[in-house]
């Protein structure tokens, strides 16, 4: 008589954070010892072929600096509870099986951490003595561990380590194909539930911020015009392989690279420059910072420098009067000789007037007379294309 049993689902899930200073796996820069941050998780799988996602907190680079990776998976396998009787009137063995195959793939894992794990055990039974659950023909047990392995993988290829760094999670995939069976050359009345638990233990060998050079300190950012900045900054002599990337905002929270610098070289005291220029029109706050980043993935930032670019036409044009009780105008002091395309819309975004101006250097202008409310003035200088747009209230 054969049977399958299938192991129940029951999945507890937990992440200890753990930190550790002693036992460090790789040297940091001048030769001090590396720390370390580790995280463990031990999940329950169901039989049969699953597959999980198994998720880890990224290093924060602005914490430190990762000098090595190391995963350590431990697979165990549980009979929780098996009983066995014989039923015939002659002794029998019973055979029992747990066989198991483990697969990870994700960052760092070329190849694949793979592990498989055959195991049998043979139970004597002797024949029926017409007793339940006892005497020689019945055997019981409980909490069996049948399968006990580990599977273990140190990264310290720089290339490996920069997919480790981040604010978000780094991600593997893990299948498991578990099949327990028993088996018997006779009639029996058995019982089996087993269990597949998997331990992942996630460690980060890390060096402290105070134990890496200073690659980046005096930043400054100067405008230069109306429409450009000049960025500075200092580093110090190294060997060190890292570049610097120029970064801009608008809002001083969402960043994008606009250049990349490399690293000066056989300098002993390098200062950097870099140029930065807004686009026609787009007039207003900007945000800059320098990202310094290594080789390896590491990665540091400056403090973030504010820049307002004003756009020069707001200098020599004005809305008059501005608040206004209808009547509106433009007033020009300044200006160079030419035609103007003016546009008037409501607060809804409809263009209600749209006129072209013929001005001289200081010149007033009447545009129109307006209801209550609050308006948009777009004022374009047809020879350049560049325009200010500015609010009016009539009241």
Known sequence: MKKLY?????????????????????????????????????????????????KFPKFNPQSG???????????????????????????ITVKRTYNRSDNMTGPGLTPSLSNSFNGTTNIPLGSNNGVTNAGPDFYTNSKDTVMRMRMIRTLTDSTSISEFYGTDSVVYNYSINVVSTVTAGGDIDNYMRTSAYVNFRFEYCTC???????????????????SAAQLQ????????????EVEVSRDGIHFLKAAVVNKMVNNPNPTYRHGYGIKANEYGRYYFRVKQRWI???????????????????ATISIYPNPSFGQV????????????????SNAAGQVIITKELLVTETDYKAIADLKTGMYYVKITDVATQAFCINQMVVK
């Open 208 to 226: 402290p911020i105070a134990s890496l050079p200073v690659g980046l300190k005096n930043f400054t950012v100067a405008k230069r015009g109306a």
């Open 6 to 54: 299938k192991i129940f689902l029951i999945q507890a899930l937990f992440i200890i954070l753990i930190l550790y200073s002693k036992n460090g796996y790789a040297q940091c820069p001048n030769g001090q010892p590396a720390g370390g941050t580790a995280f463990d998780t031990t999940i329950r799988f169901a039989s049969g072929v699953t597959n999980k996602q198994i």
């Open 296 to 314: 390896d993935g590491y990665y540091k930032y400056s403090e973030i420098k504010p820049v307002d670019f004003t756009n020069p036409l707001f």
């Open 329 to 344: 105008g433009l007033k020009f002091v300044g200006v160079k000789r030419g035609s103007f395309l003016v546009q008037v």
């Open 65 to 91: 600096m990762v000098s090595c990776v190391k995963l350590i998976v431990t697979m165990t396998g549980i009979i929780d509870t098996s009983a066995f009787e014989n039923l015939s009137d002659a002794p």
């Open 233 to 244: 900054w200092e580093a110090e002599a190294g060997t060190d392989s890292y570049t610097y």
